[in-house]
T-cell receptor, first 113, second 113 residues
Framework: DSGVTQTPKHLITATGQRVTLRCSPR?????VYWYQQSLDQGLQFLIQYYNGEERAKGNILERFSAQQFPDLHSELNLSSLELGDSALYFCASSVGAANYGYTFGSGTRLTVV | DQQVKQNSPSLSVQEGRISILNCDYTNSMFDYFLWYKKYPAEGPTFLIS?????DKNEDGRFTVFLNKSAKHLSLHIVPSQPGDSAVYFCAAIRDFGNEKLTFGTGTRLTIIP
């Protein structure tokens, strides 16, 4: 157990639907990062939150959004889902500045049918 | 723009021999380089890192070498063990103000007993 909790582990949904992925960071970590891993692809950075505020944005589609709540858990919202959104979505956390040893959760596997 | 590249999608090595995983990068501003290991159904876990001011870092059976002039780093595993079979991701980060890790596409290492 890495200390980073992601739910659900698996999700199957239809095209056009909306889903919410949840992440609870490791205790004491203020930063949350979302990454997407599609088939045979590396981990693509989507977005980072630090202590409730958006810190950095990567290749995140406009159909996707995220937020970090006061208790530091984060949610990634994916809407108008397409087949190509099927992927593993990882959340990672870190203490914050000058800490690069991210701790990853075990991921949510999203399948869009 | 793939700033971190792992050109070998897979590698098979005999148990007890040396495994060498390679990674190339294009951004000379990266300050730290890291290797992550990922087992199926789990999130990536931090393995070893190296600062851009060093050319070698060793931790047990794992050694990372950095060649800044060639923008190349490698991970050596000696001796290789069956439990080392996993996907290895190379990652890099630019500076303390930008905490986003940029990942390569991964290399699947298979240790043959």
């Amino acid at each position: 157990d890495s200390g980073v909790t992601q739910t659900p582990k698996h999700l199957i949904t239809a095209t056009g639907q909306r889903v919410t992925l949840r992440c609870s960071p490791r205790s004491g970590d203020l930063s949350v990062y979302w990454y997407q891993q599609s088939l045979d692809q590396g981990l693509q950075f989507l977005i980072q939150y630090y202590n409730g505020e958006e810190r950095a944005k990567g290749n995140i589609l406009e159909r996707f959004s995220a937020q970090q709540f006061p208790d530091l858990h984060s949610e990634l919202n994916l809407s108008s889902l397409e087949l190509g959104d099927s992927a593993l979505y990882f959340c990672a956390s870190s203490v914050g500045a000058a800490n690069y040893g991210y701790t990853f959760g075990s991921g949510t596997r999203l399948t869009v049918v | 723009d793939q700033q971190v590249k792992q050109n070998s999608p897979s590698l098979s090595v005999q148990e007890g021999r040396i495994s060498i995983l390679n990674c190339d990068y294009t951004n000379s501003m990266f300050d730290y380089f890291l290797w992550y290991k990922k087992y199926p159904a789990e999130g990536p876990t931090f393995l070893i890192s190296i600062s851009s001011i060093k050319d070698k870092n060793e931790d047990g059976r794992f050694t990372v070498f950095l060649n800044k002039s060639a923008k190349h780093l490698s991970l050596h595993i000696v001796p290789s063990q069956p439990g080392d079979s996993a996907v290895y991701f190379c990652a890099a980060i630019r500076d303390f103000g930008n905490e986003k890790l940029t990942f390569g596409t991964g290399t699947r290492l298979t240790i043959i007993p």
